[in-house]
């Protein structure tokens, strides 16, 4: 199984009299991508409570990526980018080590880690990712995907800081915003 920590998001667009719905996320894209290339997915992200989390809930089980339902918090604000509204998830800021820890424990056959260096640019998201994954054991391949999110801009020193670390304490480790490199990396 691969794990996948990042975000994932629904964005809601004026469609004629009503609005369409999607989801995106560089987590919930990831997951998706490596579905479509046969390995089982595993997202780990904070999904919010209520109808909404529900239904990227169904969306998930739809793709049949599999995820933590104990990672859920309260609804965001919906965010307006260009006449789309976006409702981002509270991962940057919520996702802690007892939840990665735990959710490490009961999905014992992880063997690849890929992570959006998105929250690894937002405390206390690097350090709860960090402090998780390196002390996962056995230690699986840890890949972070250095790609941001269009108009995304993260904490740049936070994130060298976390990659310096990363990089001294995995032994496995891919760093690069290369999709065909992080594919054939995890490939199980």
Do not use: H
Not at 48 to 68: Q, W
Not at 111 to 121: G, H, N, R
Request: glycine share 6%.
């Amino acid at each position: 199984m691969i794990a996948v920590i990042g975000e994932m998001a629904v964005s809601f667009r004026k469609n004629g009299d009503g609005w369409s719905r999607s989801f995106s996320g560089l987590g919930y894209e990831w997951a998706a991508r490596l579905r479509e290339n046969g390995s089982d997915a595993l997202l780990l992200t904070v999904l919010p409570s209520g109808r909404i989390g529900k239904e990227m809930a169904d969306e998930l089980v739809r793709c049949g990526i599999v995820f933590d339902p104990d990672m859920q918090r309260p609804l965001n604000p919906l965010v307006e980018i260009d006449g789309e509204w976006l409702m981002k998830g509270s991962s940057p800021v919520s996702l802690s080590t007892e939840q990665l820890t735990d959710a490490f424990s009961y999905f014992s056959d992880i063997k690849a880690v890929v992570i959006s260096s998105a929250l690894l640019s937002y405390n206390p998201s690097a350090s709860s990712i960090l402090d998780a994954v390196s002390f996962m054991f056995p230690q699986p391949k840890v890949v972070i995907d250095t790609s941001l999110p269009e108009g995304e801009k993260g904490q740049d020193e936070l994130l060298k800081k976390t990659l310096d670390s990363f990089s001294s304490s995995v032994a496995n480790l891919l760093i690069t915003d290369k999709q065909d490199e992080i594919l054939s990396f995890v490939r199980l």
